[in-house]
């Protein structure tokens, strides 16, 4: 099947951040792979801001550079990549001062798409807001895109969307989480709303239990002193997991639109239940295997954040009453792994007298590594030998059911930001959602708070505590096998 590319329309994008490490690592990489693949049109502009003084040149020096140092070899022929560097420029602005923005000014045409992309620290983000509008740079139909994280509670993160409300209109605004860009995140939305087959099962009826893991191998790496105030709940509970459980447990949309899709993920937010502190495992890495210890990372010895979270949810409503949702995510694990399992209900009755075995469906969905889908199904055992039952996985992994060119389909960014261009926003978190979920997260870590509550320890290299894998045995579950 031959993949069809849709141009988007010619625009100008403006990364503020432009030399920084999302910048080089993500979005510039992105931009170039839709510009090769002829998503982006060569009427496109693309202008780097941050504050080292460099010129055009200086900045399509770096951009190449970062091309080398974070794409494969074969999708940088010479002729690509130059054609990508002559749609670039630069301007040095601090977004805190009042020199560049004129010349920046200058650099915008009229009648093209105006996005501009906030890749920088989330305390810039009224600055280049309020400087955007004063300058008059940012027409009636531009977009920012604002990164993670989205404050650091409920009161944070109202300020934030009221300073941004105070010169662009919800609909302009942009937050990311390229969770949601994911291609197998999609393929969710379109294996429960374009088939028969899911949607009447989805329910707590007929599903036990679902489980969310996100687990990483590195620590904290460089970000230590960020990471040290936010922890795991606020970096990867609070918006990647709490989007992936809106997308599993939210009712079926009218449309697939914006707010249409978007409304129905708020509503699972606001039906999620307070978690009882029994239901909640916090933990901290220990140095083992040569790799150092969370507070030696983070170069603070009595620290109390946490580096994994597993929790038990409930969603409050008729649809999940009943069905946990398991979430778990974690740093310096034994494997980095995302997937979301839906395992749903044994048979409540077995014909065959032979098997002994427990058996349940289980819709995996893995956002990495490989992303895919399988689908386990009991079948018999071909062959002689009585009906002996077997699980198989059936595969829905695009990379082989559509053929090689899904390998390289554009990433979560490239994805997103194209989104942007189009001005789709479905795949971007509304205001509104972004504080509810900061509503159901605040009292939770305010307890800790309170209670001065020390994380578990757990080795580097580990699944996390004894406790997480307790929570789900309670309850007669265990956690998917941490296996790439
Ligand atoms: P970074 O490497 O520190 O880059 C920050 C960028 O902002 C640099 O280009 C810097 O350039 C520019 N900058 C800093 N102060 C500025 C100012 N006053 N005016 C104008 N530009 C300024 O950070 P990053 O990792 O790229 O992260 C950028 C944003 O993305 C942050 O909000 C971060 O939380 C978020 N994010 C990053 C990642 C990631 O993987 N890196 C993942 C998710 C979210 P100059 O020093 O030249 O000004």
């Known amino acids: 099947m031959a993949s069809r590319v849709i141009p988007v329309e010619a625009f100008d994008l403006v990364i503020f951040g432009g030399t920084g490490d999302l910048a080089r690592r993500k979005i510039l990489p992105g931009l170039y792979r839709r510009f090769r693949d002829g998503q982006i049109p060569p009427e496109a502009r693309i202008v780097g801001a941050a504050r080292t003084e460099i010129d055009d040149a200086g900045f399509r020096a770096l951009v190449e550079a970062a091309l080398k140092e974070f794409l494969p070899a074969r999708l940088c022929e010479r002729e690509s990549v130059e054609a990508f560097l002559g749609i670039l420029g630069y301007v040095p602005i601090d977004a805190k001062g009042e020199a560049g923005w004129p010349e920046l000014k200058a650099r915008m045409r009229e009648g093209v798409v105006q996005a501009f992309y906030f890749s920088v620290g989330p305390s810039l983000f009224g600055a280049l807001a309020e400087r955007l509008h004063r300058h008059e740079i940012a027409g009636e139909g531009a977009r920012i895109v604002v990164e993670k994280p989205f404050g650091h509670n409920l009161e944070t993160a109202r300020a934030l969307n009221a300073t941004l409300a105070e010169h662009f209109d919800e609909h302009q605004i942009y937050r990311i989480d390229h969770y949601l860009g994911k291609e197998t995140v999609q393929n969710l939305m379109a294996v429960r709303f374009a088939n028969m087959l899911f949607e009447p099962l989805w329910k707590n009826q007929y599903v036990d239990h679902v489980q969310i893991t996100v687990a990483e191998t590195v620590g904290v790496g460089g970000r230590g002193a960020y990471y040290d105030q936010a922890g795991a709940m606020r970096d990867m509970v609070q918006n990647h997991l709490m989007q992936l459980l809106c997308l599993i447990a939210m009712e079926p949309p009218a449309r697939f639109e914006p707010d249409a899709v978007r409304d129905e993920k708020l509503k699972v937010i606001r039906a999620l239940e307070p978690v009882a502190p029994g239901d909640i495992v916090r933990g901290q890495y220990r140095a083992a295997g040569g790799m150092a210890s969370y507070r030696d990372d983070v170069e603070n010895p009595e620290s109390l954040t946490e580096s994994f979270v597993a929790m038990k949810v409930k969603v409050a409503n008729w649809r999940w009453n009943g069905t946990p949702f398991y979430l778990r995510t974690g740093k ?4 980095r792994l995302s997937e979301i399992i839906v395992r749903f209900k044994e048979p ?8 002994t075995g427990h058996r349940a469906n289980e819709l995996r969905i893995r956002l990495q590594p490989n992303e895919g889908m399988d689908l386990t199904v009991t079948i018999k055992e071909p062959g002689p030998g009585g009906m002996r039952l077997v699980d198989v996985p059936l595969d829905m992994t695009f990379a082989e059911a559509l053929g090689a060119e899904a390998a390289d389909a554009p990433d979560a960014y490239e994805r997103l930001i194209m989104d942007v261009i189009r001005g789709n926003q479905t795949l971007f978190m509304r205001g509104d959602e972004v504080e509810a979920a900061w509503a159901w997260t605040d009292p939770i870590i305010a307890a800790w708070e309170k209670r001065e509550d020390a994380p578990l320890p757990y ?18 579950r265990r956690w998917g096998d941490l296996t790439p």
């Not at 409540?348 to 098997?355: A, K, L, N, Q």
């Not at 996390?464 to 045995?473: D, K, M, Q, R, Y």
């Open 332 to 335: 310096r694990m034994k494997a």
């Open 348 to 355: 409540p009755h077995s014909i065959f007298e032979e098997d």
């Open 459 to 476: 080795e580097c290299g580990s699944t996390g505590p004894e406790e997480a894998a307790i929570l789900l045995h309670r309850d007669g």
